[in-house]
T-cell receptor
Framework: DSGVTQTPKHLITATGQRVTLRCSPR?????VYWYQQSLDQGLQFLIQ???????AKGNILERFSAQQFPDLHSELNLSSLELGDSALYFC???????????FGEGSRLTVL | GQNIDQPTEMTATEGAIVQINCTYQ??????LFWYQQHAGEAPTFLSY????GLEEKGRFSSFLSRSKGYSYLLLKELQMKDSASYLC???????????FGQGTTLQVKP
């Protein structure tokens, strides 16, 4: 158990819909990272927050947005969903802005 | 930008030794990480190199050459449970984010 909690574990929805994925980092960690992993693909970096502020942005689609709240949990919002958005979405956390990332179990999104 | 290359698949025999190579090109380097990921599960941390040389941790060792943009993960005394994907990742010096390679799927056969 990494200490990073993600909900929901599984989510099935239809094209055009909007979903929110939630992540609670390890106690004391200030950085939260979001990654997307499609079938047989590597981990694609989406976005990073540090202590409530956006720190780095990857190839995140405009239909996707995220935020980190004062209690340090984070949410990833995916809207106007397409079939290609079906993937495992991982959240990871770290104390600062370097070193090992600890990954949650992931949220598996299926868009039908 | 960053570019990370590692073999897609490897096969090895139980009890043997296997070396998984990773080459990278990056701007702003803050360490080379190796993670293990079983299918459908979360990646788990294996090793971290920030200076040149070999880091050993039990059956797993990792090597880094910064001048060559090269790393390898060495797995000794392979066990069936080592069948997994092994992800090479480069740390960003500015943010701490990790950029991952596509991963190497290792199959250990009896």
């Amino acid at each position: 158990d990494s200490g990073v909690t993600q909900t929901p574990k599984h989510l099935i929805t239809a094209t055009g819909q909007r979903v929110t994925l939630r992540c609670s980092p390890r106690s004391g960690d200030l950085s939260v990272y979001w990654y997307q992993q499609s079938l047989d693909q590597g981990l694609q970096f989406l976005i990073q927050y540090y202590n409530g502020e956006e720190r780095a942005k990857g190839n995140i689609l405009e239909r996707f947005s995220a935020q980190q709240f004062p209690d340090l949990h984070s949410e990833l919002n995916l809207s106007s969903l397409e079939l290609g958005d079906s993937a495992l979405y991982f959240c990871a956390s770290s104390f600062g802005t370097s070193g090992e990332l600890f990954f949650g179990e992931g949220s598996r999104l299926t868009v039908l | 930008g960053q570019n990370i290359d590692q073999p897609t698949e490897m096969t090895a025999t139980e009890g043997a030794i296997v070396q998984i190579n990773c080459t990278y090109q990056t701007s702003g380097f803050n360490g080379l990480f190796w993670y293990q990921q079983h299918a459908g599960e979360a990646p788990t941390f294996l090793s971290y190199n920030v200076l040149d040389g070999l880091e050993e941790k039990g059956r797993f060792s990792s090597f880094l050459s910064r001048s060559k943009g090269y790393s390898y993960l060495l797995l000794k005394e392979l066990q069936m449970k080592d069948s997994a994907s092994y992800l090479c990742a480069v740390g960003s010096s500015n943010t701490g984010k990790l950029i991952f390679g596509q991963g190497t799927t290792l199959q250990v056969k009896p």
